[in-house]
Protein backbone atom coordinates (compact mmCIF):
# COMPACT_ATOMS: atom_id res chain seq x y z
CA UNK A 1 0.00 0.00 0.00
CA UNK A 2 1.59 3.59 -0.94
CA UNK A 3 2.08 6.30 1.54
CA UNK A 4 2.50 9.52 1.15
CA UNK A 5 5.31 11.05 3.33
CA UNK A 6 4.86 14.59 4.63
CA UNK A 7 8.26 16.22 4.87
CA UNK A 8 9.17 18.10 8.32
CA UNK A 9 9.06 22.45 8.10
CA UNK A 10 11.85 23.86 7.84
CA UNK A 11 14.00 24.64 9.79
CA UNK A 12 16.21 28.01 10.11
CA UNK A 13 17.96 28.83 7.09
CA UNK A 14 21.67 27.99 6.79
CA UNK A 15 24.64 28.26 4.54
CA UNK A 16 26.50 25.21 4.54
CA UNK A 17 29.77 26.42 4.77
CA UNK A 18 32.04 29.41 6.60
CA UNK A 19 28.92 30.53 8.61
CA UNK A 20 31.40 30.34 11.82
CA UNK A 21 33.90 32.80 10.11
CA UNK A 22 31.67 35.78 10.48
CA UNK A 23 29.79 37.39 13.62
CA UNK A 24 26.35 36.36 13.78
CA UNK A 25 25.27 38.67 16.33
CA UNK A 26 22.06 40.03 16.72
CA UNK A 27 23.54 43.38 17.71
CA UNK A 28 27.54 43.27 16.29
CA UNK A 29 30.13 45.94 17.60
CA UNK A 30 30.32 48.71 15.48
CA UNK A 31 33.30 50.32 13.22
CA UNK A 32 33.06 54.31 13.60
CA UNK A 33 35.46 56.37 11.16
CA UNK A 34 35.65 59.81 11.72
CA UNK A 35 37.07 62.97 9.86
CA UNK A 36 40.03 64.35 11.28
CA UNK A 37 39.03 68.12 10.32
CA UNK A 38 35.63 68.60 12.55
CA UNK A 39 35.20 67.58 16.45
CA UNK A 40 33.05 65.06 17.63
CA UNK A 41 30.68 63.99 17.80
CA UNK A 42 29.43 65.33 14.39
CA UNK A 43 32.37 63.84 13.07
CA UNK A 44 31.81 61.05 12.10
CA UNK A 45 31.76 59.69 8.20
CA UNK A 46 30.68 56.31 8.63
CA UNK A 47 29.60 53.43 11.00
CA UNK A 48 29.21 50.04 9.96
CA UNK A 49 28.52 46.89 11.46
CA UNK A 50 32.06 44.95 12.26
CA UNK A 51 31.47 41.40 11.17
CA UNK A 52 34.23 39.98 8.81
CA UNK A 53 35.09 37.66 11.96
CA UNK A 54 33.89 36.38 14.69
CA UNK A 55 35.63 38.41 17.53
CA UNK A 56 34.15 41.55 15.55
CA UNK A 57 36.71 43.01 12.95
CA UNK A 58 36.62 44.83 9.68
CA UNK A 59 37.76 44.42 6.09
CA UNK A 60 40.18 47.52 5.51
CA UNK A 61 40.69 47.44 1.76
CA UNK A 62 36.66 47.87 1.65
CA UNK A 63 36.55 50.42 4.36
CA UNK A 64 39.12 52.37 2.49
CA UNK A 65 37.77 52.41 -0.63
CA UNK A 66 34.18 53.43 0.98
CA UNK A 67 35.94 56.58 2.90
CA UNK A 68 37.66 56.88 -0.39
CA UNK A 69 34.89 57.73 -2.54
CA UNK A 70 33.57 60.12 -0.09
CA UNK A 71 36.79 61.50 -0.47
CA UNK A 72 36.72 62.36 -3.94
CA UNK A 73 37.80 59.30 -5.27
CA UNK A 74 41.37 59.59 -2.80
CA UNK A 75 42.68 55.45 -2.98
CA UNK A 76 45.87 56.67 -1.02
CA UNK A 77 44.27 57.20 2.30
CA UNK A 78 44.97 55.31 5.50
CA UNK A 79 43.64 54.80 8.97
CA UNK A 80 44.87 56.13 12.53
CA UNK A 81 43.47 54.53 15.58
CA UNK A 82 41.28 56.24 18.73
CA UNK A 83 43.53 59.75 17.89
CA UNK A 84 43.94 61.95 14.37
CA UNK A 85 47.35 61.97 16.04
CA UNK A 86 47.03 58.15 16.77
CA UNK A 87 49.67 55.57 15.31
CA UNK A 88 49.03 54.85 11.61
CA UNK A 89 47.76 51.69 10.39
CA UNK A 90 49.72 49.51 7.70
CA UNK A 91 47.46 49.38 4.62
CA UNK A 92 49.03 45.90 4.01
CA UNK A 93 47.19 44.29 7.81
CA UNK A 94 44.07 42.45 6.14
CA UNK A 95 41.29 43.13 8.99
CA UNK A 96 40.47 46.44 11.34
CA UNK A 97 39.70 44.84 15.26
CA UNK A 98 39.30 48.49 16.43
CA UNK A 99 35.88 50.64 16.85
CA UNK A 100 37.14 54.10 16.08
CA UNK A 101 39.57 55.76 12.92
CA UNK A 102 40.36 58.82 11.70
CA UNK A 103 40.62 58.69 7.79
CA UNK A 104 43.56 60.50 6.78
CA UNK A 105 44.89 61.27 3.19
CA UNK A 106 48.67 62.12 2.45
CA UNK A 107 49.21 65.96 0.66
CA UNK A 108 49.77 66.18 -2.31
CA UNK A 109 53.37 67.50 -3.22
CA UNK A 110 52.55 69.13 -5.99
CA UNK A 111 49.13 71.10 -7.39
CA UNK A 112 49.35 68.89 -10.77
CA UNK A 113 49.85 65.27 -8.91
CA UNK A 114 46.84 62.98 -9.43
CA UNK A 115 44.43 63.52 -6.88
CA UNK A 116 44.51 59.41 -5.81
CA UNK A 117 47.40 56.51 -6.63
CA UNK A 118 47.85 52.60 -7.52
CA UNK A 119 50.91 52.19 -7.12
CA UNK A 120 51.52 49.62 -4.58
CA UNK A 121 55.00 51.02 -4.02
CA UNK A 122 53.57 54.51 -2.98
CA UNK A 123 54.69 54.82 0.70
CA UNK A 124 51.50 55.46 2.21
CA UNK A 125 52.53 54.96 5.80
CA UNK A 126 55.00 57.69 6.00
CA UNK A 127 54.11 61.00 3.88
CA UNK A 128 52.68 63.41 5.72
CA UNK A 129 48.81 64.08 5.67
CA UNK A 130 46.21 67.02 5.40
CA UNK A 131 42.89 66.84 7.72
CA UNK A 132 41.43 69.56 5.60
CA UNK A 133 39.76 67.35 2.74
CA UNK A 134 36.72 67.85 1.14
CA UNK A 135 34.00 65.05 0.75
CA UNK A 136 31.30 64.37 -1.86
CA UNK A 137 28.13 65.40 -0.48
CA UNK A 138 25.66 62.75 -2.55
CA UNK A 139 25.96 60.37 -4.82
CA UNK A 140 24.30 62.54 -7.50
CA UNK A 141 27.44 64.93 -6.91
CA UNK A 142 29.76 62.10 -7.37
CA UNK A 143 32.36 61.70 -10.18
CA UNK A 144 32.92 58.20 -11.57
CA UNK A 145 36.43 57.72 -11.48
CA UNK A 146 36.82 56.74 -15.35
CA UNK A 147 40.75 54.96 -15.48
CA UNK A 148 41.10 55.09 -11.76
CA UNK A 149 39.70 52.56 -9.75
CA UNK A 150 40.57 51.13 -6.67
CA UNK A 151 43.62 48.29 -7.29
CA UNK A 152 41.32 45.64 -5.27
CA UNK A 153 39.17 46.15 -8.31
CA UNK A 154 41.16 46.75 -11.06
CA UNK A 155 42.50 42.81 -10.23
CA UNK A 156 39.47 41.57 -9.76
CA UNK A 157 39.07 38.46 -12.63
CA UNK A 158 38.73 39.07 -16.17
CA UNK A 159 34.79 38.45 -17.63
CA UNK A 160 35.45 36.31 -20.31
CA UNK A 161 32.38 36.15 -22.08
CA UNK A 162 31.78 37.76 -25.36
CA UNK A 163 29.52 40.57 -25.79
CA UNK A 164 25.73 39.91 -25.79
CA UNK A 165 23.66 41.42 -28.45
CA UNK A 166 20.22 41.09 -28.03
CA UNK A 167 17.20 43.66 -29.27
CA UNK A 168 16.22 45.67 -25.82
CA UNK A 169 13.01 43.42 -25.62
CA UNK A 170 15.00 40.71 -25.16
CA UNK A 171 17.34 41.76 -22.26
CA UNK A 172 15.50 39.66 -20.01
CA UNK A 173 15.83 36.63 -21.72
CA UNK A 174 19.75 37.70 -22.60
CA UNK A 175 20.76 38.00 -19.28
CA UNK A 176 18.53 34.97 -17.96
CA UNK A 177 20.59 33.16 -20.69
CA UNK A 178 23.68 34.25 -19.52
CA UNK A 179 23.09 33.71 -15.70
CA UNK A 180 21.23 30.63 -15.62
CA UNK A 181 20.42 31.32 -11.62
CA UNK A 182 20.30 34.08 -8.69
CA UNK A 183 24.12 34.95 -8.70
CA UNK A 184 24.14 35.03 -5.01
CA UNK A 185 22.06 31.29 -4.14
CA UNK A 186 22.42 29.68 -7.32
CA UNK A 187 18.35 29.47 -7.67
CA UNK A 188 16.50 29.19 -10.58
CA UNK A 189 12.73 30.23 -9.12
CA UNK A 190 11.52 33.54 -8.70
CA UNK A 191 14.61 35.35 -10.13
CA UNK A 192 14.65 38.54 -11.87
CA UNK A 193 17.25 41.09 -13.67
CA UNK A 194 18.61 43.81 -11.69
CA UNK A 195 20.33 46.94 -12.40
CA UNK A 196 24.04 46.94 -10.56
CA UNK A 197 23.43 51.62 -11.41
CA UNK A 198 20.21 51.74 -10.38
CA UNK A 199 17.54 52.85 -13.23
CA UNK A 200 16.44 55.98 -11.47
CA UNK A 201 20.15 56.85 -12.10
CA UNK A 202 19.66 57.05 -15.61
CA UNK A 203 20.45 61.22 -15.64
CA UNK A 204 24.06 60.45 -13.60
CA UNK A 205 24.42 57.28 -15.35
CA UNK A 206 24.70 59.96 -18.70
CA UNK A 207 26.22 62.75 -17.18
CA UNK A 208 29.18 60.44 -16.14
CA UNK A 209 29.75 58.81 -19.96
CA UNK A 210 29.07 55.31 -18.40
CA UNK A 211 27.97 54.22 -21.79
CA UNK A 212 31.93 53.80 -22.01
CA UNK A 213 31.83 50.43 -20.25
CA UNK A 214 28.48 49.18 -22.14
CA UNK A 215 28.84 46.37 -24.55
CA UNK A 216 26.27 46.86 -27.21
CA UNK A 217 26.91 50.75 -28.59
CA UNK A 218 24.10 50.00 -30.73
CA UNK A 219 22.20 51.46 -27.94
CA UNK A 220 22.04 55.08 -27.10
CA UNK A 221 20.69 57.63 -24.16
CA UNK A 222 19.09 56.48 -21.29
CA UNK A 223 18.27 52.98 -22.99
CA UNK A 224 21.89 52.20 -22.27
CA UNK A 225 21.64 51.91 -18.74
CA UNK A 226 20.05 48.01 -19.40
CA UNK A 227 22.96 47.40 -21.42
CA UNK A 228 23.47 42.98 -20.04
CA UNK A 229 27.12 44.60 -18.52
CA UNK A 230 24.81 46.45 -16.38
CA UNK A 231 22.12 43.63 -15.57
CA UNK A 232 22.68 40.78 -12.66
CA UNK A 233 20.21 38.02 -12.38
CA UNK A 234 18.92 38.20 -8.52
CA UNK A 235 16.27 36.57 -6.07
CA UNK A 236 13.26 38.39 -6.23
CA UNK A 237 13.66 39.17 -2.28
CA UNK A 238 17.48 39.85 -2.91
CA UNK A 239 16.51 42.54 -5.68
CA UNK A 240 14.62 43.85 -3.23
CA UNK A 241 16.92 43.86 -0.52
CA UNK A 242 19.77 44.83 -2.99
CA UNK A 243 17.86 47.90 -3.55
CA UNK A 244 17.48 48.92 0.05
CA UNK A 245 20.42 49.24 0.24
CA UNK A 246 21.54 46.43 2.86
CA UNK A 247 24.32 44.82 1.11
CA UNK A 248 26.53 45.44 -1.82
CA UNK A 249 29.12 43.99 -4.01
CA UNK A 250 32.89 43.89 -3.05
CA UNK A 251 36.53 42.24 -3.81
CA UNK A 252 37.69 40.87 -1.28
CA UNK A 253 41.29 38.40 -0.82
CA UNK A 254 41.91 35.84 2.49
CA UNK A 255 45.44 37.19 1.98
CA UNK A 256 47.23 39.53 0.56
CA UNK A 257 49.28 36.64 -1.60
CA UNK A 258 45.66 35.00 -3.32
CA UNK A 259 43.46 37.07 -6.19
CA UNK A 260 40.60 39.14 -4.56
CA UNK A 261 36.74 37.09 -5.08
CA UNK A 262 34.01 39.14 -6.25
CA UNK A 263 32.10 38.73 -2.24
CA UNK A 264 28.14 39.85 -0.88
CA UNK A 265 28.92 42.41 2.08
CA UNK A 266 26.31 43.23 4.52
CA UNK A 267 26.04 46.84 4.98
CA UNK A 268 23.44 47.07 7.89
CA UNK A 269 23.13 44.83 11.60
CA UNK A 270 21.17 41.74 10.18
CA UNK A 271 21.53 38.22 11.89
CA UNK A 272 20.12 36.29 9.09
CA UNK A 273 21.50 38.19 6.13
CA UNK A 274 24.94 37.92 7.65
CA UNK A 275 24.16 34.14 8.26
CA UNK A 276 23.66 33.33 4.49
CA UNK A 277 25.59 35.76 2.88
CA UNK A 278 28.04 38.14 4.23
CA UNK A 279 31.40 37.36 2.72
CA UNK A 280 29.88 34.43 0.88
CA UNK A 281 31.89 34.51 -3.19
CA UNK A 282 29.38 35.21 -6.04
CA UNK A 283 28.27 32.71 -8.81
CA UNK A 284 30.49 33.82 -11.75
CA UNK A 285 29.52 37.05 -13.40
CA UNK A 286 31.02 36.86 -16.57
CA UNK A 287 29.71 40.15 -18.63
CA UNK A 288 29.34 42.54 -15.51
CA UNK A 289 31.20 45.18 -16.14
CA UNK A 290 33.10 45.94 -12.97
CA UNK A 291 32.88 49.66 -12.73
CA UNK A 292 28.98 49.12 -12.31
CA UNK A 293 29.85 47.05 -9.70
CA UNK A 294 31.83 50.14 -7.65
CA UNK A 295 29.30 52.44 -8.92
CA UNK A 296 26.70 50.10 -6.97
CA UNK A 297 28.80 49.89 -4.05
CA UNK A 298 29.36 53.85 -3.76
CA UNK A 299 25.36 54.60 -4.11
CA UNK A 300 25.01 52.03 -1.19
CA UNK A 301 27.99 53.90 0.93
CA UNK A 302 26.50 57.35 0.34
CA UNK A 303 22.80 56.81 2.31
CA UNK A 304 24.99 55.77 5.36
CA UNK A 305 27.29 59.09 5.18
CA UNK A 306 24.03 61.33 5.47
CA UNK A 307 24.44 61.75 9.20
CA UNK A 308 27.64 63.57 9.10
CA UNK A 309 26.27 65.81 5.86
CA UNK A 310 23.18 66.51 8.42
CA UNK A 311 25.38 67.62 11.61
CA UNK A 312 24.96 71.37 12.17
CA UNK A 313 28.38 71.98 10.72
CA UNK A 314 29.22 73.58 7.60
CA UNK A 315 30.85 71.09 5.27
CA UNK A 316 33.54 71.26 2.83
CA UNK A 317 32.63 69.76 -0.22
CA UNK A 318 33.51 69.29 -3.54
CA UNK A 319 30.38 69.20 -6.89
CA UNK A 320 30.81 67.81 -9.78
CA UNK A 321 31.78 70.41 -11.55
CA UNK A 322 35.14 70.32 -9.45
CA UNK A 323 34.36 73.43 -7.75
CA UNK A 324 35.33 72.73 -4.06
CA UNK A 325 33.49 75.58 -1.28
CA UNK A 326 32.40 75.49 2.37
CA UNK A 327 28.53 74.14 2.13
CA UNK A 328 25.91 75.50 5.18
CA UNK A 329 23.23 73.59 6.44
CA UNK A 330 20.42 74.30 4.33
CA UNK A 331 22.52 73.38 0.97
CA UNK A 332 23.79 69.89 2.49
CA UNK A 333 20.01 69.37 2.94
CA UNK A 334 19.29 70.31 -0.55
CA UNK A 335 22.24 68.05 -1.84
CA UNK A 336 20.80 65.48 0.26
CA UNK A 337 17.53 65.55 -0.76
CA UNK A 338 18.39 65.43 -4.06
CA UNK A 339 19.97 62.46 -3.68
CA UNK A 340 17.03 60.98 -1.46
CA UNK A 341 14.85 61.37 -4.14
CA UNK A 342 16.75 59.03 -6.82
CA UNK A 343 17.90 56.68 -3.65
CA UNK A 344 15.16 53.98 -4.56
CA UNK A 345 15.47 52.25 -7.57
CA UNK A 346 11.54 51.80 -9.59
CA UNK A 347 11.28 48.14 -8.22
CA UNK A 348 11.17 49.79 -4.61
CA UNK A 349 9.37 52.43 -5.15
CA UNK A 350 6.70 50.00 -7.24
CA UNK A 351 5.82 47.89 -3.87
CA UNK A 352 5.57 50.81 -1.62
CA UNK A 353 2.71 52.11 -4.00
CA UNK A 354 1.32 48.90 -4.11
CA UNK A 355 1.14 49.24 -0.26
CA UNK A 356 -0.17 52.59 -0.15
CA UNK A 357 -3.41 51.60 -1.10
CA UNK A 358 -4.18 49.32 2.85
CA UNK A 359 -2.86 52.82 4.76
CA UNK A 360 -3.50 56.75 4.70
CA UNK A 361 -0.88 56.90 1.96
CA UNK A 362 -3.99 55.78 -0.54
CA UNK A 363 -5.46 59.50 0.04
CA UNK A 364 -2.51 61.25 -1.62
CA UNK A 365 -2.77 58.37 -4.42
CA UNK A 366 -6.81 59.42 -4.73
CA UNK A 367 -5.75 63.42 -5.11
CA UNK A 368 -3.48 62.43 -7.57
CA UNK A 369 -5.63 60.70 -9.48
CA UNK A 370 -9.02 62.89 -9.57
CA UNK A 371 -6.69 65.51 -10.77
CA UNK A 372 -5.80 63.02 -14.42
CA UNK A 373 -9.69 61.91 -14.37
CA UNK A 374 -10.95 65.75 -14.79
CA UNK A 375 -8.11 66.70 -17.42
CA UNK A 376 -9.55 63.14 -18.70
CA UNK A 377 -13.10 64.41 -18.65
CA UNK A 378 -12.37 67.62 -20.12
CA UNK A 379 -10.75 65.96 -22.65
CA UNK A 380 -13.36 63.66 -24.17
CA UNK A 381 -16.72 66.07 -23.40
CA UNK A 382 -14.73 68.43 -25.64
CA UNK A 383 -15.25 65.96 -28.82
CA UNK A 384 -11.58 64.80 -28.59
CA UNK A 385 -10.68 61.38 -29.43
CA UNK A 386 -10.42 58.78 -27.03
CA UNK A 387 -6.41 58.23 -26.44
CA UNK A 388 -5.43 54.89 -26.91
CA UNK A 389 -3.29 52.37 -24.82
CA UNK A 390 -0.22 52.73 -26.04
CA UNK A 391 1.33 56.93 -25.92
CA UNK A 392 5.31 57.13 -26.82
CA UNK A 393 8.31 60.26 -26.37
CA UNK A 394 11.20 60.15 -27.75
CA UNK A 395 14.52 60.63 -25.01
CA UNK A 396 18.16 60.93 -27.22
CA UNK A 397 16.46 59.73 -30.25
CA UNK A 398 15.22 56.50 -28.97
CA UNK A 399 11.69 56.00 -29.06
CA UNK A 400 10.12 54.65 -25.90
CA UNK A 401 6.67 53.09 -25.48
CA UNK A 402 4.60 53.72 -22.26
CA UNK A 403 2.86 50.89 -20.76
CA UNK A 404 -1.50 51.12 -20.73
CA UNK A 405 -3.10 53.12 -17.69
CA UNK A 406 -3.93 51.58 -15.53
CA UNK A 407 -6.14 52.17 -12.68
CA UNK A 408 -7.11 49.00 -9.84
CA UNK A 409 -10.25 49.76 -8.21
CA UNK A 410 -9.31 48.69 -4.26
CA UNK A 411 -12.04 49.50 -1.35
CA UNK A 412 -9.94 52.65 -0.21
CA UNK A 413 -9.46 54.15 -3.37
CA UNK A 414 -13.73 53.92 -3.70
CA UNK A 415 -13.72 54.87 -0.56
CA UNK A 416 -11.21 57.89 -1.12
CA UNK A 417 -13.30 58.75 -4.52
CA UNK A 418 -16.34 60.02 -3.04
CA UNK A 419 -14.63 61.32 0.24
CA UNK A 420 -12.52 63.82 -2.30
CA UNK A 421 -15.42 64.95 -4.24
CA UNK A 422 -15.72 67.98 -3.09
CA UNK A 423 -11.63 68.79 -4.54
CA UNK A 424 -12.80 67.34 -7.56
CA UNK A 425 -15.53 69.72 -8.21
CA UNK A 426 -13.66 72.84 -6.73
CA UNK A 427 -10.68 71.51 -9.70
CA UNK A 428 -13.31 71.25 -12.38
CA UNK A 429 -14.62 74.61 -11.50
CA UNK A 430 -10.80 75.82 -12.66
CA UNK A 431 -11.25 74.03 -15.53
CA UNK A 432 -12.17 76.17 -18.89
CA UNK A 433 -15.75 76.02 -20.17
CA UNK A 434 -16.74 74.05 -22.49
CA UNK A 435 -17.20 75.63 -26.34
CA UNK A 436 -19.99 73.43 -27.46
CA UNK A 437 -22.38 71.75 -24.96
CA UNK A 438 -22.97 68.36 -25.35
CA UNK A 439 -26.75 67.72 -25.75
CA UNK A 440 -28.93 64.70 -26.63
CA UNK A 441 -30.75 65.05 -29.66
CA UNK A 442 -34.62 64.69 -29.32
CA UNK A 443 -35.66 63.53 -32.79
CA UNK A 444 -33.94 63.10 -35.96
CA UNK A 445 -34.70 66.42 -37.45
CA UNK A 446 -32.47 68.22 -35.18
CA UNK A 447 -29.44 66.37 -36.42
CA UNK A 448 -27.35 67.41 -38.52
CA UNK A 449 -26.96 65.56 -41.86
CA UNK A 450 -25.17 63.00 -42.06
CA UNK A 451 -22.41 62.65 -44.85
CA UNK A 452 -23.83 60.64 -48.02
CA UNK A 453 -23.23 56.71 -48.07
CA UNK A 454 -20.24 55.07 -50.18
CA UNK A 455 -20.87 54.15 -53.37
CA UNK A 456 -18.92 51.58 -52.99
CA UNK A 457 -17.22 49.77 -49.28
CA UNK A 458 -13.87 50.55 -51.03
CA UNK A 459 -13.93 54.11 -51.20
CA UNK A 460 -13.34 56.53 -48.56
CA UNK A 461 -15.84 58.37 -46.70
CA UNK A 462 -16.98 62.23 -48.38
CA UNK A 463 -15.66 65.13 -46.30
CA UNK A 464 -18.16 66.92 -44.67
CA UNK A 465 -20.03 69.97 -46.48
CA UNK A 466 -18.23 72.81 -44.58
CA UNK A 467 -14.95 71.10 -45.55
CA UNK A 468 -15.73 70.66 -49.49
CA UNK A 469 -17.07 74.23 -49.35
CA UNK A 470 -13.77 75.13 -47.96
CA UNK A 471 -12.24 73.46 -50.47
CA UNK A 472 -14.10 75.11 -53.38
CA UNK A 473 -13.90 78.78 -51.69
CA UNK A 474 -10.11 78.19 -51.32
CA UNK A 475 -9.57 77.43 -55.15
CA UNK A 476 -11.49 80.52 -56.13
CA UNK A 477 -9.61 82.73 -53.47
CA UNK A 478 -6.49 81.29 -55.73
CA UNK A 479 -7.90 82.03 -58.61
CA UNK A 480 -8.97 86.05 -57.80
CA UNK A 481 -5.78 86.46 -56.18
CA UNK A 482 -7.27 86.96 -52.97
CA UNK A 483 -5.79 86.28 -49.74
CA UNK A 484 -6.47 82.84 -48.92
CA UNK A 485 -8.51 82.59 -45.60
CA UNK A 486 -7.85 79.03 -43.70
CA UNK A 487 -10.80 77.27 -42.23
CA UNK A 488 -10.86 76.69 -38.71
CA UNK A 489 -9.38 73.20 -38.75
CA UNK A 490 -10.26 72.33 -35.00
CA UNK A 491 -13.83 73.32 -35.57
CA UNK A 492 -13.67 71.16 -38.88
CA UNK A 493 -12.42 68.09 -36.57
CA UNK A 494 -15.05 68.78 -33.76
CA UNK A 495 -17.63 68.42 -36.83
CA UNK A 496 -16.44 65.42 -38.22
CA UNK A 497 -16.10 63.78 -35.14
CA UNK A 498 -19.35 64.63 -34.02
CA UNK A 499 -21.17 63.42 -37.09
CA UNK A 500 -19.62 60.03 -37.70
CA UNK A 501 -20.43 59.61 -33.85
CA UNK A 502 -24.20 59.86 -34.82
CA UNK A 503 -24.12 58.02 -37.52
CA UNK A 504 -22.34 55.27 -36.43
CA UNK A 505 -23.58 55.22 -32.82
CA UNK A 506 -26.51 52.69 -31.79
CA UNK A 507 -29.31 54.26 -29.57
CA UNK A 508 -27.26 57.60 -29.37
CA UNK A 509 -24.77 55.54 -27.87
CA UNK A 510 -22.29 58.55 -27.25
CA UNK A 511 -24.84 61.20 -26.41
CA UNK A 512 -26.48 59.17 -23.87
CA UNK A 513 -22.73 57.86 -22.30
CA UNK A 514 -21.87 61.85 -21.85
CA UNK A 515 -24.47 62.93 -20.61
CA UNK A 516 -24.10 60.02 -17.84
CA UNK A 517 -20.89 60.96 -17.31
CA UNK A 518 -21.75 64.43 -16.56
CA UNK A 519 -24.19 63.39 -14.40
CA UNK A 520 -21.94 61.43 -12.32
CA UNK A 521 -20.52 64.98 -11.59
CA UNK A 522 -23.61 65.98 -9.58
CA UNK A 523 -23.44 63.09 -6.94
CA UNK A 524 -21.55 60.50 -5.54
CA UNK A 525 -19.83 57.75 -7.78
CA UNK A 526 -21.24 54.55 -5.88
CA UNK A 527 -18.19 51.53 -6.41
CA UNK A 528 -20.89 49.79 -8.84
CA UNK A 529 -20.63 52.93 -11.19
CA UNK A 530 -16.79 53.41 -10.88
CA UNK A 531 -15.77 51.09 -13.43
CA UNK A 532 -18.03 52.24 -16.19
CA UNK A 533 -17.59 56.19 -15.01
CA UNK A 534 -13.45 55.45 -15.76
CA UNK A 535 -14.57 53.16 -18.85
CA UNK A 536 -15.90 56.65 -19.88
CA UNK A 537 -12.80 58.25 -19.43
CA UNK A 538 -10.83 55.73 -21.66
CA UNK A 539 -9.30 54.01 -18.64
CA UNK A 540 -8.29 50.28 -18.91
CA UNK A 541 -9.72 48.42 -16.00
CA UNK A 542 -8.56 44.79 -15.71
CA UNK A 543 -9.93 42.21 -13.84
CA UNK A 544 -7.21 41.85 -11.67
CA UNK A 545 -4.09 43.35 -10.27
CA UNK A 546 -1.23 41.54 -12.43
CA UNK A 547 1.80 39.95 -10.13
CA UNK A 548 4.83 42.58 -9.53
Known sequence: MAVLHVRPPQTTPQHTQGASTVLTSQQPPWIIVRHPAYQA??????????????????????????????????????????????????????????????????????????PATNNPNHDRDTCPSTSAYPVVPSFAEWSFPHGNLPLSWTLSPENSNPPVHRAASNTDIAIITRDGSCRMTQQQEGCEVAHLCPKVEKQWFIGNSMTEYTRD???????????????????????????????????????????????????????????????????????????????????AIFPLFANFMLSNTPRRVRLATGVIRTATLEECQTFLGHSRDSSESRNSAKRQRSQSGANAGSSAASQSSLVQLNDDLTSRLRGRKRRRSTEFHT?????????????????????????????????????????????????????????????????SQSPPPSLAHSSSSSDDALAEGRDLALPNLAQLRDEWLEKERERSGVSETWATETAWLRARLEEPISPRDMPRFLKGLGWEIPEHEPDG
Open 41 to 114: PGNILLRLPRIDSTHGAFHQETLRTACGIIACNRWDGFFTEQSPQGPRISTTQLLLQGSDYYFHLPILTSPLEA
Open 395 to 459: TDSVEIAKKPRRIFLEPSLKESHNRHRTLQRDDLDKLPKLETPVTTPTHAAQRPAAPEPCASASK
Open 217 to 299: NRITGFGAISDTSNLILLRKDLHFLLDKPKFAFVPKAATGDEPAKMVVHILVPSQELTRLFHNVELQPINGVAPEFLLTRFAW
